[in-house]
């Protein structure tokens, strides 16, 4: 998706994410997070950290990071992390996660959930996370991949040009996505309502 297309979806979910989205994606997002919280003082990036429903989920030892393109969507993320007082959470900025404005290797582990769909260069995602990951951390995905048959597989294909009205690009397929983005997975696990999300666990490899 282009940017200015993930801008205009973003802006109009900001103020009903919570409620639409929150509980449906809840057990991926505690997997995930989950992932990187069994070890002390981690400093962790948040790609497309949205109204910040993960953040209260870590550890309260953790050094975190959020980053969003959208105004509207870090707006809530500040007010969470204002209103629940979460010390662990160190910056909350606007960015855009295939141009990230931080030194190579200077984060334990990386986070994209739900995001990776709508990135418009997986390519320039991939080398992004991977540069500003240490060198053996972990890079935690959680996002929809398309389905490799039965009718979901004609569904998305039938949603795909709609990619800019709905939010996502439905018909995203794994294969193409490791491939381009440059990940090596470790581990894979279907999460959410009927498992059709996936969760991906890569060790940073440079």
């Known amino acids: 998706m282009e940017l200015h297309e993930t801008l205009r979806a973003y802006r109009r979910y900001a103020g009903v994410y919570d409620v639409a989205f929150g509980a449906l994606f809840a057990s ?5 997070v989950r992932r990187v919280n069994d070890r002390p003082r981690q400093r962790v990036l948040e790609v497309g950290v ?16 959020g980053i969003d393109v959208s105004p509207e969507m870090l707006a809530k993320a500040r007010e969470k992390v204002a209103r629940l007082k979460l010390a662990q959470v160190e910056a909350i900025l606007e960015a855009d996660a295939e141009r990230l ?4 290797d200077g984060f334990d582990a990386v986070l994209a959930l739900y995001v990776v769909s709508v990135v418009s260069d997986p390519a320039r995602f991939g080398a992004e996370v991977r540069r500003v990951c240490k060198p053996g951390g972990r890079i935690v995905i959680v996002n929809h991949f398309s389905s490799e048959q039965g009718p979901m597989r004609r569904v998305e294909r039938a949603l795909a ?13 794994l294969d193409r996505f490791l491939r381009e983005s440059g990940f090596r997975v470790a581990e894979r696990k279907p999460v959410n309502l009927f498992g059709y999300w996936t969760l991906l666990v890569c060790v940073n490899e440079k």
């Not at 040009?161 to 397929?173: L, N, Q, S, T, Y």
């Open 28 to 32: 991926g997002r505690r997997e995930a």
């Open 50 to 65: 949205g109204t910040g429903l993960s953040l209260p989920l870590f550890r309260a030892d953790a050094r975190v990071t």
């Open 101 to 104: 404005d931080f030194a190579d």
């Open 161 to 173: 040009p709609f990619a800019g009205r709905v939010g996502f690009h439905a018909d995203f397929p």
